[in-house]
Protein backbone atom coordinates (compact mmCIF):
# COMPACT_ATOMS: atom_id res chain seq x y z
CA UNK A 1 0.00 0.00 0.00
CA UNK A 2 1.23 3.41 -0.66
CA UNK A 3 -0.47 4.80 2.13
CA UNK A 4 -1.62 8.90 1.00
CA UNK A 5 -0.04 10.14 -2.24
CA UNK A 6 0.17 13.79 -3.27
CA UNK A 7 1.35 15.86 -6.04
CA UNK A 8 3.25 17.91 -6.87
CA UNK A 9 6.23 17.95 -3.88
CA UNK A 10 7.05 21.18 -4.23
CA UNK A 11 5.32 24.06 -6.87
CA UNK A 12 6.08 27.76 -7.05
CA UNK A 13 3.36 30.07 -8.50
CA UNK A 14 2.87 34.02 -9.15
CA UNK A 15 0.38 35.82 -7.34
CA UNK A 16 -2.62 35.51 -9.66
CA UNK A 17 -2.39 32.09 -11.32
CA UNK A 18 -3.99 29.15 -10.45
CA UNK A 19 -3.03 25.48 -9.68
CA UNK A 20 -4.72 22.28 -8.45
CA UNK A 21 -3.12 20.05 -5.55
CA UNK A 22 -3.77 16.29 -5.79
CA UNK A 23 -4.48 13.56 -3.50
CA UNK A 24 -5.08 9.90 -3.49
CA UNK A 25 -5.35 7.39 -0.97
CA UNK A 26 -5.09 2.84 -1.31
CA UNK A 27 -6.95 2.48 2.23
CA UNK A 28 -10.22 2.24 1.39
CA UNK A 29 -11.17 5.74 3.70
CA UNK A 30 -14.52 7.00 3.67
CA UNK A 31 -13.21 10.16 5.10
CA UNK A 32 -10.02 13.10 3.56
CA UNK A 33 -8.86 15.93 4.66
CA UNK A 34 -6.48 19.29 3.32
CA UNK A 35 -4.86 20.86 5.92
CA UNK A 36 -1.98 23.75 5.84
CA UNK A 37 0.43 24.29 7.84
CA UNK A 38 2.45 27.36 8.39
CA UNK A 39 5.83 28.06 10.50
CA UNK A 40 5.39 27.39 14.06
CA UNK A 41 1.70 26.40 14.08
CA UNK A 42 -0.34 23.56 14.32
CA UNK A 43 -2.33 22.19 11.44
CA UNK A 44 -5.07 24.33 9.68
CA UNK A 45 -8.05 22.46 7.74
CA UNK A 46 -9.10 24.07 5.16
CA UNK A 47 -12.09 21.10 3.44
CA UNK A 48 -13.12 18.10 4.82
CA UNK A 49 -15.30 15.08 2.73
CA UNK A 50 -16.72 12.97 4.93
CA UNK A 51 -17.84 10.55 1.97
CA UNK A 52 -17.62 10.25 -1.44
CA UNK A 53 -19.96 12.89 -2.86
CA UNK A 54 -20.00 15.59 0.21
CA UNK A 55 -17.55 17.85 0.64
CA UNK A 56 -17.50 20.50 3.90
CA UNK A 57 -15.85 23.97 4.91
CA UNK A 58 -12.77 23.86 7.53
CA UNK A 59 -11.33 26.36 9.39
CA UNK A 60 -9.69 28.24 6.40
CA UNK A 61 -11.68 27.71 3.42
CA UNK A 62 -11.61 30.88 1.67
CA UNK A 63 -9.38 31.18 -1.39
CA UNK A 64 -10.00 27.18 -1.97
CA UNK A 65 -12.17 24.82 -3.83
CA UNK A 66 -11.77 20.96 -3.51
CA UNK A 67 -13.35 18.40 -5.14
CA UNK A 68 -14.04 14.72 -4.14
CA UNK A 69 -13.87 12.94 -7.47
CA UNK A 70 -14.39 9.40 -5.87
CA UNK A 71 -13.48 7.24 -2.89
CA UNK A 72 -9.89 7.67 -4.02
CA UNK A 73 -8.98 11.31 -4.47
CA UNK A 74 -9.65 14.46 -3.40
CA UNK A 75 -8.29 17.59 -4.95
CA UNK A 76 -7.51 21.50 -3.47
CA UNK A 77 -7.78 23.85 -6.62
CA UNK A 78 -6.36 27.63 -5.76
CA UNK A 79 -8.47 29.38 -8.21
CA UNK A 80 -5.77 32.91 -8.01
CA UNK A 81 -3.22 32.10 -5.60
CA UNK A 82 -2.17 34.78 -3.14
CA UNK A 83 1.17 34.91 -1.19
CA UNK A 84 -0.86 34.26 2.04
CA UNK A 85 -1.22 30.90 0.66
CA UNK A 86 2.06 30.16 0.86
CA UNK A 87 2.35 27.25 3.28
CA UNK A 88 2.83 23.33 3.30
CA UNK A 89 -0.61 21.35 2.40
CA UNK A 90 -1.34 17.99 4.10
CA UNK A 91 -4.12 15.31 2.80
CA UNK A 92 -5.21 13.02 4.91
CA UNK A 93 -7.62 10.37 5.01
CA UNK A 94 -9.66 8.23 7.88
CA UNK A 95 -12.14 5.60 8.30
CA UNK A 96 -14.32 9.00 9.27
CA UNK A 97 -15.36 7.32 12.60
CA UNK A 98 -16.49 3.86 10.99
CA UNK A 99 -15.98 1.43 14.21
CA UNK A 100 -14.99 4.27 16.25
CA UNK A 101 -11.74 5.26 14.71
CA UNK A 102 -10.55 8.64 13.92
CA UNK A 103 -7.10 8.11 13.27
CA UNK A 104 -5.60 10.28 9.82
CA UNK A 105 -3.18 9.09 7.68
CA UNK A 106 -1.02 12.01 6.47
CA UNK A 107 0.38 12.75 3.29
CA UNK A 108 3.83 13.84 2.74
CA UNK A 109 2.96 17.56 2.32
CA UNK A 110 3.16 19.98 -0.81
CA UNK A 111 5.28 22.87 0.04
CA UNK A 112 3.56 25.64 -2.04
CA UNK A 113 5.47 29.27 -2.53
CA UNK A 114 3.55 32.13 -3.90
CA UNK A 115 5.18 35.06 -5.15
CA UNK B 1 -13.78 29.16 22.91
CA UNK B 2 -12.47 26.14 21.35
CA UNK B 3 -9.01 26.00 21.33
CA UNK B 4 -5.96 22.99 21.40
CA UNK B 5 -2.49 24.51 22.98
CA UNK B 6 0.56 24.10 24.27
CA UNK B 7 2.20 24.99 27.39
CA UNK B 8 5.92 24.63 25.58
CA UNK B 9 7.03 25.11 22.43
CA UNK B 10 10.35 23.68 23.18
CA UNK B 11 10.92 20.83 25.79
CA UNK B 12 14.64 19.46 25.66
CA UNK B 13 15.35 16.22 27.49
CA UNK B 14 18.55 13.82 28.07
CA UNK B 15 18.55 10.84 25.97
CA UNK B 16 17.54 7.81 27.87
CA UNK B 17 15.39 9.77 29.95
CA UNK B 18 11.12 10.03 29.99
CA UNK B 19 9.81 13.07 28.53
CA UNK B 20 6.16 14.63 29.25
CA UNK B 21 4.75 17.06 26.58
CA UNK B 22 1.56 18.73 27.56
CA UNK B 23 -1.26 19.74 25.87
CA UNK B 24 -4.29 21.95 27.68
CA UNK B 25 -7.79 22.19 25.60
CA UNK B 26 -10.60 24.50 26.51
CA UNK B 27 -13.75 22.56 25.26
CA UNK B 28 -15.41 20.09 28.05
CA UNK B 29 -17.29 18.38 24.85
CA UNK B 30 -14.45 17.45 23.22
CA UNK B 31 -15.06 13.11 22.18
CA UNK B 32 -11.57 11.80 21.60
CA UNK B 33 -7.59 12.94 21.80
CA UNK B 34 -5.04 12.38 19.42
CA UNK B 35 -0.92 12.94 20.06
CA UNK B 36 0.46 13.03 16.24
CA UNK B 37 4.62 13.02 15.82
CA UNK B 38 5.83 15.14 12.99
CA UNK B 39 9.80 14.62 11.70
CA UNK B 40 11.24 16.98 9.53
CA UNK B 41 9.83 16.99 6.19
CA UNK B 42 6.79 14.73 6.54
CA UNK B 43 3.44 14.19 7.88
CA UNK B 44 2.23 13.66 10.91
CA UNK B 45 2.19 10.43 12.07
CA UNK B 46 -0.18 9.11 14.61
CA UNK B 47 1.02 7.86 18.19
CA UNK B 48 -1.78 7.05 20.07
CA UNK B 49 -4.90 8.30 20.69
CA UNK B 50 -7.44 8.25 24.14
CA UNK B 51 -11.50 8.81 24.35
CA UNK B 52 -12.93 11.03 26.76
CA UNK B 53 -14.65 8.33 29.10
CA UNK B 54 -10.58 7.26 29.33
CA UNK B 55 -8.08 9.01 32.00
CA UNK B 56 -5.17 6.97 31.44
CA UNK B 57 -3.54 4.57 27.73
CA UNK B 58 -0.21 2.97 27.54
CA UNK B 59 0.95 1.86 24.32
CA UNK B 60 4.84 0.63 23.62
CA UNK B 61 7.36 3.40 25.40
CA UNK B 62 4.24 5.80 25.31
CA UNK B 63 1.74 6.74 28.00
CA UNK B 64 -1.32 9.56 27.52
CA UNK B 65 -3.46 11.24 30.67
CA UNK B 66 -6.23 12.68 30.28
CA UNK B 67 -7.27 15.35 33.23
CA UNK B 68 -10.83 16.00 32.68
CA UNK B 69 -11.22 18.55 35.77
CA UNK B 70 -8.18 21.10 34.55
CA UNK B 71 -8.88 19.82 30.54
CA UNK B 72 -5.38 18.74 30.82
CA UNK B 73 -3.73 15.89 28.62
CA UNK B 74 -0.17 14.86 28.66
CA UNK B 75 2.01 12.44 26.39
CA UNK B 76 5.09 10.88 28.25
CA UNK B 77 7.61 9.25 26.38
CA UNK B 78 9.86 6.58 28.57
CA UNK B 79 13.38 6.37 27.93
CA UNK B 80 13.34 9.12 25.03
CA UNK B 81 15.56 8.12 22.03
CA UNK B 82 17.20 10.16 19.25
CA UNK B 83 14.44 8.83 16.57
CA UNK B 84 12.06 10.66 19.45
CA UNK B 85 13.11 13.89 17.87
CA UNK B 86 10.05 15.85 16.64
CA UNK B 87 7.25 18.16 16.86
CA UNK B 88 4.37 16.63 18.66
CA UNK B 89 0.48 17.91 18.09
CA UNK B 90 -2.19 16.95 20.05
CA UNK B 91 -5.62 17.00 18.39
CA UNK B 92 -9.09 16.84 19.95
CA UNK B 93 -12.43 15.68 17.76
CA UNK B 94 -15.58 16.53 18.46
CA UNK B 95 -17.39 13.51 17.50
CA UNK B 96 -21.12 14.88 17.08
CA UNK B 97 -19.69 17.76 15.25
CA UNK B 98 -19.20 15.60 11.84
CA UNK B 99 -15.85 14.40 13.73
CA UNK B 100 -14.16 18.17 13.53
CA UNK B 101 -10.49 18.06 14.64
CA UNK B 102 -8.50 20.88 16.07
CA UNK B 103 -4.81 20.74 16.25
CA UNK B 104 -2.88 22.11 18.97
CA UNK B 105 0.49 23.99 17.67
CA UNK B 106 3.26 21.81 18.39
CA UNK B 107 6.01 21.15 20.84
CA UNK B 108 9.43 20.26 19.14
CA UNK B 109 11.14 17.68 21.32
CA UNK B 110 14.83 17.72 21.25
CA UNK B 111 17.15 15.32 22.30
CA UNK B 112 20.33 16.08 24.35
CA UNK B 113 23.14 13.28 23.66
Known amino acids: NAGVTQTPKFQVLKTGQSMTLQCAQD?????MYWYRQDPGMGLRLIYY???????DKGEVPNGYNVSRLNKREFSLRLESAAPSQTSVYFC??????????????FGPGTRLTVT | GESVGLHLPTLSVQEGDNSIINCAYS??????FIWYKQESGKGPQFIID?????DKRQGQRVTVLLNKTVKHLSLQIAATQPGDSAVYFC????????????FGKGTRLHILP
Open chain 1, 92 to 105: ASSWGGVGGVYEQY
Open chain 1, 27 to 31: MNHNS
Open chain 1, 49 to 55: SASEGTT
Open chain 2, 27 to 32: NSASDY
Open chain 2, 50 to 54: IRSNM
Open chain 2, 91 to 102: AEIFMNRDDKII
